[in-house]
């Protein structure tokens, strides 16, 4: 009995089997030729024994190392910090400018980088189907957070744009100090425009026009090696130029520091204003003392202020207002609104068709799709220019107000906003621990 | 407070030498990868116009081995520059950089060899009034600076995009509703009159295209209003008779039958003959002049044509008796020239005659278009110019009503055109933005239109018979079209060889049923019914497919191929492979074989069939088969 | 008394504003929050979209261009007469310059038995102009498509070629489908 049972359990395993082997080759057969069926050119089957080559799909680089960019971008944050805070040492924010030219620079190729990361956020905050890497919004805020605690820190040699601007500083020429503040608001004009665009999803301004990536990367288009060269050129001679007047970033950082609890500070101890660190900042950001002599009369400088703080709004409007009539020049960087107007200029009789044109006949979109999307964009630009605007006016408004108040102020400090806590002016004070 | 500032002594000269030879090769180093910068934008291998050329040259005189030794060199030796000079630039860039790194060392330890040790200026005192009143004055200067280009650029380039954008995108709207509007063919019936008004409406519409962005608030809510009116007069003068009439179903006008569809409206139409023992052969006579054309029949007369480089001629036979009734010399056509070349297996007249019972047209490789009476005499001739078409003009003459539909699809333009069958003067034209193709039109009936449909690369099109306009258009196709299509029941089949089938639901917004890519043809047509759609392809296989989902039924392979176009005839496909037998099949959901018939010639010419009889072309002979 | 008082207002007044920028990087950080992929994005070209404009090879930061031509075998019919090798209206069919398609000769025609080819790409020589595969996409079944090398790309922040891409055909998508390849003929409808 038992012995029949194991023959019938045995048979039906055969069979089941066999059963589903068939299946196996059935589909096989059937499932292969329906592929090929599709095909205008069958793969053919081949009797020589060729075996097809992998489609070659090379590997990008490991997410891991995202991760260690940012590790590394903390480690390089508290070192630097560690270093100007603590040992103010400016040999060590040499060496670490070094290690960043290397690693942020040279090795990672200048992408990512805070700077950039600015777009990234504004993307993800304006449109909604972007989803931004952790990576990037690590970066962004990481550095923000550091500069909000110890200063610009970040900038000091973290930034690899920054770092070599740095080491290259060999002779600084000493700026006159308006000049300084006017080239100063440049930075603002450039934040908006970029938030502008990276807001709208038109184009990533920053990295387009970032002087050093194409260094750093041994590969750009000329113009970018030229603007890099000339930055360069030009680091030598006035100290960090893009930092101080262009850097968008910088901005942030700037506004950050200005609040931030543990700032580098010239002397150790107390100042005896002995004057000898006067003059030992490339970047001119030491606060000078301001005696009670050479103030002005109090009352008319309160005026003056009050006047100026209330012409704010009207600068705003003005600003606003400006740059609303000025919106479709700026939309038309946005390369769906170029698309359009092309499109809307083109005549099918008398011109021949750019790339761009052809390609959107050859997908088949609808025209008035395209034209109501590019009506979208130049609304959208619209609102984006009169809060540009505004933004301007206010800056401008702003800093016009500000250069009206006094601090009374004995010591020699630097300046939180403008200091990117290089530690050149430390080895000048004389004051010991 | 002495360890602040090293004085450790440094070689100031050695390290000014050591920047100045970095600081002058980095500068050699920058100028020469400039150079090669430069250079590589020039040779760029992707538009060497210079090989291009050559390539082209070569195409010309395919023999000539130095052209061909000359690309080849020219080729490697941009490739190898384009190369190269990456490399030197790659390798540039490294020294470049360690030079200036070596600089920038150089240059710093040189400044910190210099004692500058910090001093203090006495004398100086820093204003803060005087540097507070200039960053003001300079900050409002900036701004207004600023707030003055910015204006002035905006008032010069003001354009109100947003606006124009608004507008465009409802002039598109209203337009495309418009045409779809326009293409209905369910429409009223309302006569003539609608007509002219939607002629209006199209006028509006471009009058509102046409004004610029100063379109008040108003007229654009008329652009919006514009489609419902549009739908609710919109008309088409809508087809009352009957196409393929009666009279040509009786008979066999032009190539693939009536309408050039593939489709014979005989009865008893005999399935078994044999050339070889004469069985069921009625007559069999010798043409003059050899061509590919197939015959055409109206009432008692069998028409064709034969040409050769130098001559052209139009047959006329008695379709009882085989007897020649005449032959009409064609020559001396106003504006006509040489015959152009042509490969042997297309010939000189390709295109075969159609008739409408009261003349004959022809048309030849060198462009001469003739029509003639039934009994010879020619009616009027002209030159439609000497087509640029590499094979050689082959697209069949098809008449509706009054109108003799030519496709002219050459090199340097593509048309499609009607010529009035009693004076050949253009009635209408439409140009068409197509390469060449050889197809013949077919015109079928569909809904309420007259639709003349044409293939070529890169589309499947549709004109109004009746005015030329035309009613869709798909771009589906591609390569060399040499097959026409087939129609049913509102479908439009269209293949080529190389490209695809597609089963095309017409309309307005037509659309692709299905695609099928197995079986393709590049010579003989397919054939469409209700239910079915055949194919048959040149290498020898037939195909059918379910007409509406594309399905394949079956698929049957013969021995020998097929140029001659299958004709449904009797609920039965007849189809004459290359080498003479005829295949006789049911049209159905599988493959029954009725009979195959032996002519015991070769032919790639299409059959006729009229009153019982089937007319073939093989060779230098026409053959009558039936009782 | 006076001026520390003075100094007292001047660091709260610091401390506030601290406060302030500080909550709002904690904001926008968890506005963001919820929005982040914890991996990398990468370009990827959309083969549907792609119209082989040619400005893959010259729009690229890196020389030369990181897209390349990728074959995918699976789709390949081996044909002997390739359009992606092959020019146009070639007489013979042969590995001559004159004859090939590629400007740089980056595809390497290899016999395999009777009627048919195997075509490779050299990556080294690839310059992405796409050449090839819109003779293969033409022609034949595509399966010459174009994407972007990720070895060789460097993710810059804003592609380059998206910027200048005429169709649109450039998309930043989560690091774990880095490449897509268009399926057979048949999606291709229209």
């Known amino acids: 009995m038992s012995e029949i049972l194991k023959y019938l359990t045995q048979t039906w395993n055969l069979k089941k089997l066999v059963t589903l082997l068939s299946l196996f080759v059935l589909m096989m057969t059937s499932g292969l030729p329906l592929l090929a069926q599709q095909q205008r050119f069958p793969k053919p089957e081949f009797e020589s024994g060729y075996t097809q ?11 891991f190392f995202a991760w260690f960019d940012v590790v590394i971008l ?14 103010r040492s400016r040999r060590g924010v040499l060496a670490v400018s070094v290690f960043s030219i290397l690693y942020f620079g040279f090795f990672r190729e200048g992408c990512i980088c805070s700077v950039g990361s600015l777009q990234n956020v504004t993307l993800a905050l304006f449109q909604p189907e972007y989803s931004i890497p952790l990576s990037a919004l690590a970066f962004f805020v990481i550095p923000l957070v550091y500069t909000l605690f110890f200063g610009r820190t970040f900038c000091a040699g973290v930034c690899p744009l920054g770092a070599i601007q740095d080491v290259l500083l060999l002779r600084p020429v000493t700026m006159k100090t308006w000049l300084q503040k006017v080239l100063g608001l440049i930075p603002y004009i450039y934040l908006g425009l970029s938030v502008l665009y990276a807001s709208t999803a038109t184009d990533f301004i920053i990295c387009r026009y970032d002087p050093f990536v194409g260094i750093y990367r041994f590969d750009a288009t000329f113009f970018m090696f030229s603007i890099g060269a000339i930055f360069l050129v030009l680091s030598a001679f006035v100290a960090r130029p893009y930092c101080r007047f262009f850097c968008p970033y910088g901005v942030l950082l700037n506004w950050m520091s200005r609040f931030s609890k543990h700032h580098l500070t010239i002397t150790p101890n107390k100042c005896i204003q002995c004057r000898l660190c006067e003059d030992s900042c490339p970047l001119g950001a030491i606060n000078k003392p301001v005696p009670v002599k050479v103030m002005e009369d109090r009352s008319s400088a309160t005026k003056r202020f009050i006047k100026l703080s209330l012409i704010i709004p009207v600068l705003m409007i003005l600003g606003g207002w400006t740059l609303s009539n000025f919106h479709e020049n700026l939309a038309k960087v946005n390369s769906k609104v170029r698309l359009a107007n092309e499109l809307m200029l083109f005549k099918a009789d008398s011109m021949l068709p750019s790339v761009e044109i052809e390609a959107f006949k050859s997908a088949g979109t609808p025209v008035e799709e ?12 619209y609102i984006g220019s009169w809060v540009l605007g505004g933004f301007l006016g206010l800056v401008f408004g702003l800093t016009l107000s500000g250069l009206s108040v006094f601090k009374y102020r004995e010591d020699y400090t630097p300046d939180k906003a403008e200091c990117v806590s290089c530690a050149r002016c430390l080895k000048y004070c004389p004051v010991e621990k | 407070m002495d360890t602040k500032f090293s004085n450790k002594p440094v070689n100031l000269s050695l390290w000014r030498g050591v920047a100045i030879v970095s600081g002058v090769f980095a500068i050699l180093i920058c100028a020469m990868v400039i150079v090669n910068y430069l250079q590589i934008n020039k040779v760029d291998p992707v538009n060497t116009e210079v090989i291009n050329t050559l390539v082209e040259r070569l195409n010309e005189n395919p023999n000539d081995a130095q052209l061909r030794e000359q690309i080849r060199e020219m080729d490697l030796l941009v490739r190898k520059a384009f190369f190269t000079n990456q490399w030197e630039v790659r390798t540039g860039a490294y020294l470049l950089l360690l030079s200036i790194i070596v600089m920038i060392i150089a240059m710093q330890v040189m400044k910190m060899g210099k004692k500058n040790l910090p001093s203090v200026d006495e004398d100086y005192q820093q204003n803060i009034i005087q540097y507070q009143k200039n960053a003001r004055k300079w900050v409002s200067i900036g701004g207004s600076v600023l707030i003055v280009v910015t204006l002035i650029l905006a008032f010069v380039t003001h354009k109100d995009l947003g606006t124009r954008f608004t507008d465009a995108a409802k002039v598109a709207k209203a337009e495309t509703v418009a ?47 514009k489609p419902v009116e549009t739908k609710a007069v919109a008309s088409i003068k809508k087809y009352k008779g009957e196409y393929p009439t009666k009279e040509m179903m009786a008979n066999f006008p032009s190539f693939r039958g009536p309408g050039g569809n593939g489709i014979g409206y005989q009865k008893n139409v005999p399935t078994e003959w044999d050339g070889v023992s004469g069985k069921n052969i009625k007559w069999k006579v010798e043409t003059a002049l050899h061509a590919y054309n197939s015959p055409v029949v109206w009432g008692d007369k069998l028409f064709l044509s034969g040409a050769d480089a130098n001559q052209k001629q139009v047959y006329c036979y008695d379709k009882n008796s085989g007897k020649l009734l005449w032959t009409a010399d064609v020559k001396d056509i106003a504006g006509s020239s040489a015959a152009p070349e042509v490969t042997p297996d297309t010939g000189h007249a390709a295109a075969s005659v159609s008739t409408d019972g009261k003349s004959v047209f022809a048309i030849f490789s060198n462009g001469d278009l003739i029509a003639l009476d039934m009994k010879g005499k020619q009616v009027w001739s002209k030159n439609l110019g000497v087509p640029d078409n590499h094979y050689g003009h082959s697209s069949s003459l098809v008449v509706f009503e009054d109108k003799l539909i030519v496709q002219y699809d050459h090199k340097k333009s593509g048309k499609v055109m009607a010529l009035s069958t009693k004076t050949g003067d253009q009635i209408w034209s439409t140009d068409r933005k197509v390469k060449v193709s050889w197809a013949s039109p077919v015109i079928v009936k569909n809904g309420g239109r007259v639709e003349v449909i044409l293939a070529a690369d890169p589309c499947v099109a549709s004109y109004d018979a009746q005015t030329g306009e035309e009613l869709w258009k798909l771009d589906c196709i591609t390569g060399e079209v040499g097959p026409s299509v087939a129609y049913a029941n509102g479908i439009v089949f269209a293949l080529n060889e190389y490209a695809s089938l597609v089963a095309i639901k017409t309309g307005a917004q037509p659309e692709v049923l299905w695609e099928a890519y197995d079986y393709l043809s590049d010579v003989p047509s397919p054939i469409a019914t209700d239910k079915y759609l055949f194919v048959v392809t040149s290498y020898g296989l037939i195909a059918c497919y379910d007409a509406l989902s594309g399905e394949l039924y079956w698929e049957h392979e013969f021995d020998n191929g097929f140029y001659a176009s299958p004709i449904l005839v009797d609920d039965k496909i007849y189809l004459l492979d290359r080498a003479g037998s005829m295949h006789i099949f049911k049209a159905d959901k599988e493959f029954v074989s009725v009979a195959t018939s032996n002519l015991g010639e070769k ?20 053959y009558c088969i039936g009782k | 008394m006076e001026k520390k008082g003075k100094k007292d207002r001047r660091d709260f007044i610091n401390t506030c504003f601290r406060f302030a920028a500080g909550a709002s990087l904690v904001g926008v950080t968890g506005v963001l929050a919820h929005k982040t992929v914890s991996g990398n994005t990468l370009w990827q070209i959309d083969t549907t979209k792609c119209t082989q404009c040619g400005r893959c090879a010259t729009s690229c930061v890196v020389t030369p261009s990181a897209v390349k031509c990728i074959h995918v075998y699976d789709m390949c019919g081996y044909c002997d007469l390739c359009g992606g090798y092959l020019r146009p209206n070639v007489k013979n069919i042969t590995t001559g310059a004159e004859n090939q398609l590629c400007p740089t000769g980056a595809i390497k025609r290899k016999y395999i038995e009777d009627p048919f080819f195997e075509y490779e790409i050299i990556e080294d020589l690839c310059i992405g102009c796409g050449k090839c595969v819109k003779g293969c996409g033409a022609f034949g079944n ?11 790309c460097v993710n810059c922040n804003q592609c380059a070629i998206a910027r200048d891409c005429p169709s649109d055909a450039f998309s930043r998508v989560p690091a774990d489908e880095p490449y897509k390849f268009s399926g057979f003929k048949k999606e291709k409808k229209g």
């Open chain 1, 370 to 381: 395209l034209y109501s999307e590019a009506a979208v964009i130049v609304e959208q630009f």
């Open chain 3, 142 to 152: 595509g399966s010459l498509q174009l994407q972007v090398s990720h070895d060789l």
């Open chain 1, 53 to 63: 080559p992998v489609t070659s799909m090379p590997e990008a680089r490991a997410d």
């Open chain 2, 179 to 225: 045409s779809e509007v326009k293409a209905t063919p369910e429409a009223e019936q309302e006569a003539a009159k609608p007509v002219v008004a939607e002629k209006k409406d199209v006028e509006k519409l471009e009058e509102l295209k046409a004004s610029e962005p100063e379109v008040k608030k108003e007229t654009k809510a008329e652009v919006i209003e």
């Open chain 1, 74 to 87: 903390i480690l390089a944050l508290s070192l630097i910090t560690w270093l100007i805070l603590k040992k």
């Open chain 2, 603 to 622: 032919s790639d010419s299409t059959p006729a069939f009229a009153d019982g009889h089937i007319y073939i072309r093989a060779g230098k002979n026409l």
